[in-house]
């Protein structure tokens, strides 16, 4: 098993930034794909972008593309987005999701708010 946990949520002011983090425990050897996804109120939810454990090879959404920016820290077992040009479009639940390319994101956690105020 595996246990997702998001923190670094909030509320900012549009054009500013934040930095979410996801605390990765328990069975990690499952998670050699991290990604992160986001669902706003009464929208379907939406891949935000994916980051490799081992090569730190990234991929986003068209949408965050430029601004945000995934990243690992393998000693601590963390991921990060960093979101910078925040956008009152990027309010949602984000959250943190684990698996491989075999099985997909069989992981999820709980989610952290973002709130982005115009």
């Known amino acids: 098993q595996v246990q997702l946990d998001e923190s670094g949520g909030g509320l900012v002011q549009a054009g500013g930034s934040l930095r979410l983090s996801c605390a990765v425990s328990?069975?990690?050897?499952?998670?050699?794909?991290m990604g992160w996804f986001r669902q706003a109120p009464g929208k379907e939810r939406e891949f935000v972008g994916r980051?490799?454990?081992?090569?730190?090879?990234?991929y986003y959404a068209d949408s965050v593309k430029g601004r945000f920016t995934i990243s690992r820290d393998s000693a601590k077992n963390k991921v990060y987005l960093e979101m910078n040009s925040l956008k009152p479009e990027d309010t949602a639940v984000y959250s943190c999701v684990a698996g491989t390319v075999q099985r997909g994101y069989e992981y999820w956690g709980l989610g952290t708010q973002v709130t982005v105020s115009s």
């Open positions: 980051i490799t454990w081992v090569v730190g090879a990234t």
């Open positions: 328990g069975r990690t050897s499952n998670t050699g794909v």
